[in-house]
């Protein structure tokens, strides 16, 4: 429904969209509708500004952002924020990057209006998991090569220790790992440990689905190695697995390199944006 057909003192919603992987052209159509309509939008630190400039003029627009030991506010403060613009009314756009479900806090968020009472709506979106690896040539799929794929977080909280048992996930056809560039060498070692052939073919995206895109294809004992020569940075995403090697073949993006800068301006990041390039 429209904001624009509510009346004054009616309860907000709050709406949890999915903002894609980086590329502003891979929001859904819903979500960017709902973005042009909010009155408030609470956004993410990867959140394109191409993307953010989409809400109207006079939308109050919160960054919310988190990097690895900077969180700008905490989750509560969020949930808490989220709780606050809705009940004053207004129309609340939450924009997560990815999907809001897939390793985004989504459900926490989901799970803090809901008790609180405030109505809400999830709109899913293109998540990473498989969109970063098919802008590098690599499906996570794929008929006589991997019938399954698995997600997993490498990310942990401070000097937590590994509660993931890489013992199963060495078993799973692909994998795809979110936030485990810093923690690549631990994660290699472990998935070798449990049983995965050092040779097994592997591939590091860092900013994919943007310009700034940059894509190394390797092996999984030499992953930690290629991410520190080629001087990738996070934002990246590793996939271990034999479908990694259709990268040799099927790689068809080529960023091509215009400079602009991220919605959260003040940070002093930048990202790449331009025209595609397709070969």
């Not at 499906?139 to 006589?144: E, I, S």
Request: proline fraction near 6%.
């Amino acid at each position: 429904m429209s904001t624009r057909n509510r009346t004054r003192g009616e309860k907000g919603k709050v709406y949890l969209v999915g903002a894609g992987p980086g590329d502003p052209e891979l929001i859904t159509v819903r979500g960017l509708r709902l973005l042009r309509q909010a009155e408030v939008v609470v956004y993410d630190r990867l959140i394109p500004a191409a993307l953010l400039d989409e809400a109207p003029a006079e939308a109050e627009r919160i960054y919310v952002g988190k990097r690895p030991g900077c969180h700008t506010i905490s989750q509560e403060a969020i949930n808490a924020l989220l709780v606050e613009k809705a009940r004053a009314g207004k129309c609340v756009v939450r924009l997560k990057g990815g999907d809001p479900f897939v390793l985004g806090r989504g459900g926490e968020e989901a799970l803090a209006l809901a008790r609180a009472g405030v109505p809400f709506e999830v709109v899913p979106g293109v998540t990473s998991a498989t969109a970063v690896p098919a802008f590098a040539g690599i499906p996570v799929t794929h008929r006589g090569l991997s019938t399954a794929f698995a997600v997993v977080t490498g990310h942990r909280a401070g000097d937590a220790e590994d509660d993931v048992d890489w013992s199963v996930y060495a078993q799973v056809p692909t994998l795809v790992i979110l936030m485990g560039m810093k923690r690549a060498r631990r994660i290699c070692q472990a998935l070798i440990a449990a049983g995965r052939p050092p040779h097994t073919p592997a591939a590091v995206i860092s900013w994919g689905t943007t310009e700034a895109q940059r894509a190394v294809r390797t092996t999984l004992a030499r992953l930690p190695d290629a991410i520190k020569e080629a001087k990738l940075v996070s934002p990246g995403i590793l996939v271990v697995g034999e479908v990694a090697a259709l990268a040799d073949v099927l790689a068809w993006f080529e960023p091509a390199g215009k400079s602009v800068e991220l919605a959260h301006h003040s940070s002093g990041e930048k990202r790449i944006e331009g025209n595609r390039r397709w070969r």
